[in-house]
């Protein structure tokens, strides 16, 4: 199988979804210099910790950086409306059993 050339993540887009440049490495995350320009250039794998420190400075989930930001935030907002489609059929359950557990006024 033939591996695409470049890095196997989308740090670029999501920098630059964020308005962040390669230098924010350095600065907000404390990575040496040649660090951040080989995890930048697709020259150095990324660990774990990277994916962690790098995410959380993005305020993305980890694994969205290995996708696209315009995938990830598709799928962000699929999962937003399935949660409110649930929450909206959550709330006549909660009413119908409600109304079932009402006395009935009948005397035992």
Known sequence: MEQ???PDWYLHEWF????LKQHDLVTKLDYPKNTA???WHGLQPF???HIQAISELLNIRPH????HPEEAMRIRRLEAAVREVAKEEAVPVVKATAESK?????AA
């Open 16 to 19: 630059a979804t964020a308005g």
């Open 47 to 49: 660990r774990r910790d």
């Open 37 to 39: 320009n080989r995890l």
């Open 64 to 67: 969205e950086l290995l996708m």
């Open 4 to 6: 695409p050339d470049g």
């Open 102 to 106: 009402k006395p009935t006024g009948r």
